[in-house]
């Protein structure tokens, strides 16, 4: 008979061999290799087998995990713009918690169109994968509905929802916003702008809310103008606008690259930054830190690996504790907005 893995000219080493090199039963291997809680083996003989394992170059098999699990061990993510450094942090932190917990992770780049998120969707579930991670902003709350309805298992990063028994891994940009304009004040800022991200959105719509918040605090009234995207390019057409009328002294862009199209429209209409206004954005992008961006920090690999860990807890069974993880956001003060006045904690 031909053993596994000779007809690639060399025998792969299977369970029995490990068993039988570490003197335990086949079924003991498989727990003490599992990932699964609730094996619980004496430390010597746990040891003892992956000893074994490492010795042989044994792997358990994917396929027989995902037959006996009923699973197929591939998660789906959904995102707007694999290009944005921002959300690029968030898949690498999902793949990495995804990979070490034994799942794989499907990737797909919606344009940030309803139409083909909706598409991506029904392509995921028709390809059996176990659950989605959806980082896409402009998700159909019917398509949500019709995930929640059907029980299938699924974790929103990066946005929130309406349901409070989602599970959601987000920031409270509401009150991160509203750091960026207690900042602006404190610089000396009245005449402050918000562009905002397209407040369809989830996340621009929590921002803006922000910032009117924080103005309100102050005894300002913050002008808000809206980004059609969230790039560099919706951000610069959005400016080019604000500039044309009463300028203000401060502007806050709702993300880093809408904050850097505000940069490019005040350059090209002569103005330097901080001097004639001071910017400020959200993210903590590498290009935040390339442009000296006063900026809010998000742990994203973080929130990515949680997201993840999430769903493979729902998938697994384990107890989740916190349905909705807000994670905290820092502001980093550069120089876009001048230097750090005495006493601010950045």
């Given at each position: 008979?031909?053993?596994?893995?000779?007809?690639?000219?060399?025998?792969?080493?299977?369970?029995?061999?490990?068993?039988?090199?570490?003197?335990?039963h086949?079924?003991?291997?498989?727990?003490?290799?599992?990932?699964?809680?609730?094996?619980?083996?004496?430390?010597?003989?746990?040891?003892r087998?992956?000893?074994?394992?490492?010795r042989?170059?044994?792997?358990?098999?994917?396929?027989?995990?995902?037959?006996?699990?009923?699973?197929?061990?591939?998660?789906?993510?959904?995102?707007?713009?694999?290009?944005n450094?921002?959300?690029?942090?968030i898949?690498?932190?999902?793949?990495?918690?995804?990979?070490?917990?034994?799942?794989?992770?499907?990737?797909?780049?919606?344009?940030?169109?309803?139409?083909?998120?909706?598409?991506?969707?029904?392509v995921?579930?028709?390809?059996?994968?176990?659950?989605?991670?959806?980082?896409?902003?402009?998700?159909?709350?019917?398509?949500?509905?019709?995930?929640?309805?059907?029980?299938?298992?699924?974790?929103?990063?990066?946005?929130?929802?309406?349901?409070?028994?989602d599970?959601?891994?987000?920031?409270?940009?509401?009150?991160?916003?509203?750091?960026?304009?207690?900042?602006l004040?404190?610089?000396?800022?009245?005449?402050?702008?918000?562009?905002?991200?397209?407040?369809?959105?989830?996340?621009?719509?929590?921002?803006?809310?922000?910032?009117?918040?924080?103005?309100?605090r102050?005894?300002?009234?913050?002008?808000?103008?809206?980004?059609?995207?969230?790039?560099?390019?919706?951000?610069?057409?959005?400016?080019?606008?604000?500039?044309?009328?009463?300028?203000?002294?401060?502007?806050f862009?709702?993300?880093?690259?809408?904050?850097?199209?505000?940069?490019?429209?005040?350059r090209?209409?002569?103005?330097?930054?901080?001097?004639?206004?001071?910017?400020?954005?959200?993210?903590?992008?590498?290009?935040?830190?390339?442009?000296?961006?006063?900026?809010?920090?998000?742990?994203?690999?973080?929130?990515?690996?949680?997201?993840?860990?999430?769903?493979?807890?729902?998938?697994?069974?384990?107890?989740?504790?916190e349905?909705?993880?807000?994670?905290?956001?820092?502001?980093?003060?550069?120089?876009?907005?001048?230097?750090?006045?005495?006493?601010?904690?950045?």
């Open positions: 008979m031909e053993r596994q893995g000779e007809r690639h000219g060399r025998v792969r080493s299977t369970i029995v061999d490990v068993a039988r090199a570490a003197q335990v086949p079924s003991t291997v498989s727990r003490a290799l599992s990932r699964q809680p609730g094996h619980v083996l004496r430390p010597e003989t746990r040891a087998v992956v000893a074994a394992a490492d042989l170059g044994y792997r358990p098999s994917a396929l027989a995990r995902s037959l006996r699990l009923q699973r197929t061990l591939t998660l789906g993510m959904l995102v707007p713009d694999i290009a450094t921002f959300l690029a942090g898949i690498k932190g999902a793949e990495e918690e995804a990979h070490a917990r034994g799942y794989s992770l499907v990737l797909c780049n919606t344009g940030d169109r309803p139409e083909r998120e909706a598409t991506y969707i029904r995921l579930r028709e390809r059996e994968v176990d659950g989605v991670l959806v980082a896409s902003t402009h998700m159909a709350d019917g398509t949500i509905a019709a995930l929640r309805a059907d029980g299938f298992p699924f974790v929103l990063v990066n946005r929130a929802a309406g349901d409070q028994d599970l959601v891994v987000t920031v409270d940009n509401a009150a991160a916003a509203e750091l960026v304009i207690d900042h004040v404190a610089r000396g800022h009245t005449r402050i702008a918000h562009v905002a991200g397209p407040l369809s959105t989830t996340t621009g719509a929590e921002r803006a809310a922000g910032v009117i918040a924080g103005a309100r102050h005894g300002l009234e913050a002008q808000i103008v809206e980004a059609g995207t969230w790039s560099e390019a919706g951000g610069h057409g959005a400016a080019v606008e604000l500039l044309r009328g009463e300028r203000p002294t401060a502007v862009g709702a993300n880093d690259l809408i904050a850097l199209g505000v940069l490019r429209a005040a090209e209409a002569g103005l330097s930054t901080p001097g004639d206004i001071a910017l400020a954005g959200f993210n903590d992008t590498p290009e935040a830190s390339l442009a000296d961006l006063t900026t809010i920090h998000v742990a994203q690999e973080e929130m990515g690996a949680r997201g993840a860990g999430l769903l493979i807890a729902q998938l697994e069974g384990e107890p989740i504790p349905r909705r993880l807000v994670l905290p956001a820092q502001l980093i003060v550069r120089g876009s907005t001048g230097l750090t006045p005495a006493g601010w904690a950045a």
